[in-house]
């Protein structure tokens, strides 16, 4: 609890739901102001320090002479009238920094501005699920947005294998690059690609973690996709692929819920662009599988009746799971 003389001052008790709201304003309107190290603080020979790190001297503490403590350059502030800049993952203002000679704030344009327009910042490189929790809105479309496949499997041995490969069971997927000048990403579509780049925006090492789980002997897991003996394989792992994102992608269809809750009317449309856009980003990663598949000539054994890809889906079968992040786990069918 806080000292009483401090809740007085404070009107009153404050419990843990008081510190909560207070943190969670001060993060929707705090912004990262760059700082630079005060004179007094800079001392005769700083120390090095990793990128985005000052350090500041204290001169001499507790006897100890020369003593020294790093911090981010980046400060969390609140600054009236910045607080109102909206976000854009576009933005045409800089990172604000604080002038130490004119001991102001400064916000600047990067790029012309026509006027009358709005100007907006960006608050940095978030996926649609930190943009919501922070600042209580989404964008239906995100460049930064990640969706993450954690795998779990029952077999040791491959586990076994996935360590030496050094081959990461949690796999980030992302969406496409966004073109303004092709809405559509045929431009980002090319048939000419070869090797690791056929995989278009999806990460090599998903194909080789499905590699691994998918076969049933050794093999070089460094061989580009297609190339023999492995052109069947990469199908079949690129079908087992497009089967769990089928799944994802039903999750995030928009259903009007039958009986809305009755935070609907406030947090309904919030709630419909952050489906949107996990919608958008699984649709942008099967567009891929797609692409990858045609680009290396490989037919969709999904579609067909064939026995023996029946057979693998069944006796190794890859379910999808949404808690946060989307996973998916190997689960025997007895």
């Known amino acids: 609890e806080l000292p009483h003389g401090l809740r007085m001052r404070l009107g009153g008790s404050i419990d843990f739901d008081d510190l909560l709201w207070a943190r969670c304003l001060f993060d929707s309107r705090a912004v990262d102001v760059l700082m630079e190290v005060p004179v007094a603080l800079q001392g005769d020979s700083r120390p090095s320090a990793p990128e985005g790190t000052l350090m500041l001297s204290l001169g001499e503490v507790d006897g100890r002479k020369d003593v020294w403590v790093s911090c981010s350059e980046r400060i969390p502030c609140l600054v009236p009238g910045v607080d109102l800049l909206n976000h854009d993952h576009h933005g045409a203002c800089a990172t604000p920094s604080f002038d130490t000679e004119r001991q102001m704030l400064v916000v600047k344009t990067l790029a012309a501005v026509q006027a009358g327009s709005e100007l907006c910042i960006s608050y940095g490189a978030l996926q649609s699920v930190e ?124 259903v009007a819920p039958s009986s809305p809750p009755l935070w609907w009317p406030l947090c309904g449309d919030t709630v419909e662009a952050f489906r949107a856009s996990q919608h958008q980003l699984m649709e942008d990663n099967i567009f891929e599988v797609r692409a990858a598949r045609s680009k290396l000539g490989l037919p969709s054994e999904l579609e067909s009746h064939d026995e023996g890809m029946q057979e693998v889906l069944a006796n190794q079968h890859l379910t999808a799971e949404n808690e946060g992040d989307a996973s998916f786990k190997r689960r025997k069918v007895a």
């Open 131 to 254: 943009i919501l929790k922070h600042y209580g809105f989404c964008p239906r479309s995100n460049p930064h947005d990640r969706c993450t496949l954690g795998v779990s499997l029952d077999n040791s041995e491959q586990e076994v294998v996935l360590q030496f490969l050094r081959i990461p069971t949690d796999q980030s997927l992302r969406p496409r690059p966004v073109d303004r000048d092709d809405p559509t990403g045929m431009r980002h579509w090319s048939a000419d690609v070869e090797g690791w780049s056929t995989l278009g925006i999806l990460s090599p090492q998903l194909l080789r973690l499905l590699r691994v789980h998918m076969s049933e002997s050794h093999f070089n897991e460094d061989v580009p996709p297609a190339k023999d003996p492995l052109n069947h394989l990469d199908g079949k792992c690129l079908d087992v692929l497009e089967n769990l994102l089928l799944g994802l992608l039903e999750q995030f269809e928009a």
